[in-house]
């Protein structure tokens, strides 16, 4: 019975170190600055509404992300008690995934509504796809764009 807690407690961790890896790695940064946007002759008015969408998002942010880090911290505190309970911690790991979808969600949803402020030609240039990416040991990694060619996932160095 000790050894399953202890494997238990193991993996727990390494999936908190590895969410914390991915967390410190930029996965949950601010509104990412989308280069695709520079060529794209934004009038005065969308460049506004794109940063007031920016904005906001930010805003919305920042209180989901101080939720994710006290819910890692109770986690964290859950696994160091001297009896483990095991419902506690994975009842508090989903609560953790739920905030972690929150965040991904608020991001996709931004980038919708900044392609709701395009024209069908800045769309064209700027392309269908939405630019999804995630922090791994200092790459992305993203799906590539229609007009860049495949489906196939790319992987490039550094940071946005």
Not at 78 to 88: I, M, R, S, V
């Amino acid at each position: 019975m000790e050894k399953r807690k202890l494997l238990i407690a193991m993996v727990i961790l390494t999936s908190i170190a590895m969410g914390t890896f991915i967390y410190a790695q930029g996965r949950f940064a601010a509104p990412m600055r989308d280069g695709r946007l520079e060529g794209l002759d934004l009038t005065e008015e969308q460049q506004e509404q794109i940063q007031s969408l920016n904005l906001n998002l930010q805003k919305e942010l920042i209180s989901m992300r101080a939720d994710l880090e006290l819910k890692n911290v109770e986690l964290r505190a859950l696994l160091n008690e001297d009896e483990l309970n095991e419902n506690a911690i994975i009842d508090k790991i989903e609560e953790i995934g739920e905030i972690e979808t929150k965040i991904e969600i608020a991001n996709i949803k931004n980038q919708l509504a900044i392609r709701d402020l395009l024209t069908p030609e800045q769309l064209e240039e700027y392309g269908n796809g939405i630019h999804w990416n995630w922090g791994m040991m200092g790459n992305r990694m993203a799906p590539v764009l229609p007009n860049m060619g495949g489906n196939e996932m790319r992987m490039f160095r550094g940071r946005r």
